[in-house]
C-alpha cells in the first residue's frame, strides 16, 4: 500500500510539472499585445520589400546570412552610394529593429527619404538616427553624433549604446500626427523631438542642414539604412503603423 502510494504522489508531482511548463508555454498577455499590429520590414532571408536608393538593384556587398542583413565593404568598390531603402512609403509608425556595427564604424538609420533624382542620396533629405562607435575616440562628447541623436540636430539624453560588435535594439517612433518623435535604444529613450511645424524648422535651421533643399519636408516618405563605408548589421526589423 505504501509503495501505490509512493507511485500516486510521483504521478501527481509529474503531471503537476507538466502543467507547469505548459503555462510557462503561454505568451504573457504583454508580449502578445506588443507583437499585435506589427509587420516584418525584413523576412531573414532576402531584400524583398527593399531596394537601393535611385536604383533597382542591390549592391553585393549587402549580404544576408542566418537571418541577419549586413553590409560588408569591398575597398575595390563604390562605397556610400548603396544605401537601402524600403519600397513602401510611411508616416505615422513604430520601427523596431536590432542593430550593430564594426569597431569606429557609422552609420544610421533614415525617416522621411524623399527619393529624387535630384538628391545623389538618402543624407540629402531624411533625417537620421546615428549608428556609430567610437571605441577608439575616448573622449567623444558630441551628443548629437551618437547611437540614437538625430545626427546633427537632436543630441542624445545620455549614451546607452553597447561597444562594438554588440547587438542593440532601437524603437523609433515617428507620428506626424501628434508631431512627436522618439528614440528609445536598449530600452531607454534617449531622444524625444517634433518631427513637423515651427518647432522642427526651428531645430533645422539651428544646424548644418539649414539649407539644405528638401531637408526633412516630407512627412511620408521611406525608412532608409545607411551605406557609410562601415560594417554594419542588423535584423529583426518590424515595423507598426500608427493608426486613429
Known amino acids: 500500500m505504501k509503495n501505490v502510494l509512493i507511485v500516486v504522489v510521483f504521478v501527481g508531482l509529474l503531471a503537476s510539472c507538466k502543467s507547469g511548463t505548459k503555462q510557462k508555454e503561454v505568451v504573457p498577455e504583454q508580449t502578445a499585445a506588443l507583437e499585435e499590429g506589427w509587420t516584418d520590414l525584413f523576412d ?4 524583398k520589400g527593399w531596394h537601393t ?29 548603396n544605401n537601402l531603402i524600403t519600397d513602401q512609403k510611411y508616416t505615422n509608425y513604430e520601427l523596431s529593429l536590432d542593430w550593430k556595427i564594426s569597431v569606429d564604424g557609422n552609420s544610421g ?8 533624382e535630384k538628391f545623389v542620396v538618402p543624407y540629402m533629405t531624411a533625417p537620421e538616427i546615428q549608428i556609430r562607435d567610437y571605441t577608439n575616440i575616448p573622449d567623444f562628447t558630441d551628443h548629437q553624433q551618437m547611437s540614437g ?3 546633427g540636430i537632436v543630441g542624445i539624453e545620455r549614451d546607452v549604446a553597447k561597444k562594438a560588435g554588440e547587438w542593440n535594439h532601437f524603437l523609433i517612433k515617428i507620428d506626424h500626427k501628434n508631431n512627436v518623435g522618439s528614440v528609445t535604444l536598449n530600452e531607454v529613450e534617449v ?21 539644405w533643399e528638401g531637408f526633412g519636408i516630407t512627412r ?5 539604412l545607411q551605406d557609410h563605408a562601415h560594417g554594419v548589421w542588423f535584423r529583426n526589423i518590424k515595423i507598426k503603423e500608427l493608426v486613429d
Do not use: C
Open 149 to 151: 541623436a538625430i545626427f
Open 53 to 81: 536608393y535611385l536604383r533597382d538593384t542591390i549592391s553585393t556587398q549587402w549580404q544576408i546570412k542566418d537571418g541577419v542583413m549586413f553590409y560588408k565593404p569591398d575597398p575595390d568598390k563604390a562605397q556610400g552610394m
Open 191 to 211: 531622444a524625444n523631438f517634433p518631427v513637423n511645424g515651427d518647432a522642427w524648422n526651428t531645430l533645422v535651421a539651428s544646424s548644418k542642414f539649414k539649407d
Open 220 to 224: 511620408e516618405g521611406h525608412i532608409g
Open 44 to 47: 531573414g532571408e532576402s531584400f
Open 109 to 116: 538609420v533614415f525617416y522621411g527619404v524623399l527619393e529624387d
